[in-house]
């Protein structure tokens, strides 16, 4: 057998055991709470070796930021969907779908975001990260607002970072309120509600 043969083989295999980890990681979230979980319950469910647990990963905030990275991803994808609106109303309808599909997305994915919004109360590593996805999704937006002011369809004059921090801000919120299950109207009423307040703020 090649090297090469050898070396793809081995990199499935550890692939796998990742993959593997990652799978047992996010049961013992789920089952524990961030901060009862330990990277032992882990490492046994997944049935592999303390060794090579380690060479994957360095401990149980590790593997929750990529557990963390992975579904967030989910959501970047809505804010990723193609923006070259041509009018106002074509903008309101574009962000109106996004900011449904991404309130959605906390709904479906309640379970694990709940273990998120914890481990951010207690983490500074998972603070850390959390930062870091909210300004990715912060500077897609004020991508979109900087097009949407250059085709003279927004206010010239908004500095688009700034509103595109006050608009994530805004989601946010929401997004941890659906998480907790503490939201008193629907996700299609408040989707409804703040792109209508944001697009009139913004656009002309």
Known sequence: MSNDKIGDKRHLRSAVT????????????????????????????ASIGYGTAYVHFEGKEDLL?????????QFYEIAEISFFPKSKDEAEQIIQKQTYDFLK??????????????????SSVISDKWKAIRE??????????????????????????LVARGWFFTNEMYLWEIVR????????????????????GLYL
């Open 105 to 122: 997305m906390a709904e479906a994915e309640r379970n694990m975001m709940q273990i998120f919004e914890q481990a951010i109360g207690v």
């Open 18 to 45: 990742r993959q593997k980890l990652l799978e047992a990681a996010k049961e013992v979230f789920l089952e524990e709470g961030f901060q009862k979980a330990t990277i032992s319950q882990m490492i046994k469910k």
């Open 65 to 73: 930021c990529v557990l963390m990275e992975n579904v967030m991803a």
């Open 181 to 200: 299950n503490e939201h008193h109207n629907s996700v299609e009423e408040i989707a409804n509600t703040i792109t209508t307040l944001y697009t009139t």
């Open 136 to 161: 990715k999704f912060i500077h897609r937006i004020s991508v979109d607002i900087a097009y949407s002011q250059q085709n003279g369809l927004a206010k010239a004059k908004l500095k688009h970072e």
